[in-house]
């Protein structure tokens, strides 16, 4: 059964920081991009990191460049989410997603087979 588990959020005051990970089981990891995307309330949901399975490349949504870093350890099966220097505005729900059919990551939703149930991350002082 595949399975993608968030784990990490909570509350946080701005300029604070906070690791997400992304427990995968089921399937292989090694084989998959990872994506992270996050959901404000009232908004859709927005990629915000990814990370290919090919060759380790990385994308950053603008709002998060030099802020967040993306990063995975096939051996444990986990992918995380560094986040540093976070604002109020990063506050959402936190999903982490797999994609098998190329590789490559994508900030869009359409490019991920599964998806977890995530995780709430609140910035606020």
């Known amino acids: 059964q595949v399975q993608l588990v968030e784990s990490g959020g909570g509350l946080v005051q701005p300029g604070g920081s906070l690791r997400l990970s992304c427990a995968a089981s089921?399937?292989?990891?090694?084989?998959?991009?990872i994506g992270w995307f996050r959901q404000a309330p009232g908004k859709e949901r927005e990629g915000v990191s990814c990370?290919?399975?090919?060759?380790?490349?990385?994308l950053y949504a603008d709002s998060v460049k030099g802020r967040f870093t993306i990063s995975r350890d096939n051996a444990k099966k986990t992918v995380y989410l560094h986040m540093n220097s976070l604002k109020p505005e990063d506050t959402a729900v936190y999903y982490c997603?797999?994609?098998?059919?190329?590789?490559?990551?994508?900030?869009?939703?359409?490019?991920?087979?599964?998806w977890g149930q995530g995780t709430q991350v609140t910035v606020s002082s």
């Open positions: 089921g399937f292989t990891l090694d084989f998959y991009a």
């Open positions: 997603a797999a994609g098998g059919r190329t590789g490559w990551g994508s900030l869009f939703q359409d490019s991920y087979d599964y």
């Open positions: 990370i290919s399975s090919n060759d380790g490349s990385t």
